[in-house]
């Protein structure tokens, strides 16, 4: 069973870091692509970053660019999302998510382009 779990979200201050994590299990990651999303209250889930192996490449969405940085190790099949110099609009549940086995190299940020979801975690942004 493919399974997606996130974990390191909590309570921060403006300006301070957390890293949230992502295990997997139930298939290998290293050559699937792992995506980072978010859902603020009362607002739609939204792409934050997303890692494709197959291309080398990382994407970030504006609004945090030079802020968080995703990353993963893929010897133990999970993947990180560090949040650097965060905002209270930085409040909101934060999803991992991968890709279906058939295209497992994507280059997207679209939540529709990704099929494992994880529960999400709790990350607020408060003084």
């Known amino acids: 069973q493919v399974q997606l779990v996130e974990s390191g979200g909590g309570l921060v201050q403006p300006g301070g870091s957390l890293r949230l994590s992502c295990a997997t299990s139930?298939?290998?990651?290293?050559?699937?692509?792992i995506g980072w999303f978010r859902r603020a209250p009362g607002k739609e889930r939204e792409g934050v970053a997303c890692?494709?192996?197959?291309?080398?490449?990382?994407y970030y969405a504006d609004s945090v660019k030079g802020r968080f940085t995703i990353s993963r190790a893929n010897t133990k099949n999970t993947g990180y999302l560090q949040m650097n110099s965060q905002k209270p609009e930085h409040t909101a549940v934060y999803y991992c998510?991968?890709?279906?086995?058939?295209?497992?190299?994507?280059?997207?940020?679209?939540?529709?382009?990704?099929?494992?979801w994880g529960q999400g975690t709790q990350v607020t942004v408060s003084s």
């Open positions: 139930g298939f290998t990651l290293s050559p699937y692509a």
């Open positions: 998510a991968s890709p279906q086995s058939s295209h497992p190299n994507i280059d997207s940020r679209r939540e529709t382009d990704y099929y494992y």
């Open positions: 890692s494709s192996r197959g291309r080398s490449s990382t």
